[in-house]
């Protein structure tokens, strides 16, 4: 396991490329959002995201959203209408994950076999140029229903076990996921926070 410290608000390209090509080999990195840690793989890594269900012990049927480099991505992954992407533009980037209809290229296993996506773009240079080759998973780097922690110490402590690059900004003190908001019915539904 290797850990690579930066800075929040400074995107090191030698940091982003490691993680990149660490993600391309099929690796698990744990990564700053702008809310909390994430785990991530590439969604296209049937094996990666099965590594990101059992690191979280998270149960195969419940699904993992994607993230992707910026708001011009969104059609590549989802069906969203003009007025869906109308909406989203006023909170992305952003804390919020967006529930879609997805497209054909999103894989049955990030989704569980769903016809729907969660979709987000972070305000986190960080985690959006970890994005620009391919989507990854975002997903909260804890144990299903269990706390999410603000330092990479803590929350591998919580893992119990190890991923294959970290990078660490420090303590994000957010403690809250990213806000669900499910775009697949007549109205938006803030599902949660």
Request: glycine content about 6%; hydrophobic content about 40%.
């Amino acid at each position: 396991m290797k850990i690579l410290k930066t800075n929040q608000n400074e995107v090191d390209k030698k940091v982003i490329d490691e993680a990149v090509k660490v993600l391309a080999d099929g690796g698990v990195i744990l990564y700053p959002t702008d809310t909390v840690y994430g785990l991530g793989a590439n969604i296209f890594n049937r094996k990666a995201v099965k590594k990101v269900y059992n690191i979280k012990k998270r149960s195969y049927l419940k699904p993992v959203s994607l993230l992707v480099s910026s708001k011009d991505a969104i059609p590549l992954v989802s069906k969203a209408s003009l007025n869906q992407l109308n909406f989203i533009d006023k909170y992305l980037p952003g804390p919020y994950t967006f529930i879609l209809k997805k497209s054909k290229i999103v894989p049955r296993h990030l989704t569980s076999g769903s016809v729907n996506v969660g979709v987000r773009v972070p305000k986190s240079e960080i985690a959006c140029s970890l994005a620009k080759i391919f989507p990854i998973t975002t997903t909260s780097a804890n144990l299903s229903n269990k706390d999410t922690l603000d330092t990479p110490e803590e929350i591998l402590k919580q893992l119990g076990c190890e991923v294959d690059l970290i990078i660490d900004v420090g303590p994000l003190k957010s403690g809250n996921p990213s806000t669900i908001i499910d775009l697949t019915g007549e109205e938006p539904v803030f599902v949660k926070r």
